[in-house]
């Protein structure tokens, strides 16, 4: 059975750092695309970053690109998200995604077949 659980979120102040892991079991990562999204209160869930299964291409929303490097290990089953200068607005709960494919969807679709239950990321002073 496919499953993807997050981990790593936390409360920290504006600035800091924090990196998110995505284990995923029930598939090998090897083959598959994978995505980050973040959902705050009141706000429809949105796209951040997703890395084709080739590795060749990773795209980013504009708001964090600069700041969040997206990875994977695919040895570990493992994807992460590295985000650095965090702001009060980052504030959400963070998943992953996949719908085992190979490529990334636009990363405003959120058509997936698959998500973790999602971690909270606070950023506050």
């Known amino acids: 059975q496919e499953q993807l659980v997050e981990s790593g979120g936390g409360l920290v102040q504006p600035g800091e750092s924090l990196r998110l892991s995505c284990e995923v079991s029930g598939f090998s990562l090897n083959y598959y695309a994978i995505s980050w999204f973040r959902q705050a209160p009141g706000k429809e869930r949105e796209g951040l970053s997703c890395i084709t299964a080739s590795y060749t291409t990773t795209y980013y929303e504009e708001s964090v690109k600069g700041r969040f490097t997206m990875s994977r290990d695919n040895a570990k089953n493992t994807a992460y998200l590295q985000m650095n200068s965090l702001k009060p607005e980052d504030t959400a709960v963070y998943y992953c995604?996949?719908?085992?494919?190979?490529?990334?969807?636009?990363?405003?679709?959120?058509?997936?077949?698959?998500w973790g239950q999602g971690t909270q990321v606070t950023v506050s002073s």
């Open positions: 995604a996949t719908d085992l494919d190979l490529i990334c969807r636009e990363l405003g679709d959120t058509r997936y077949d698959y």
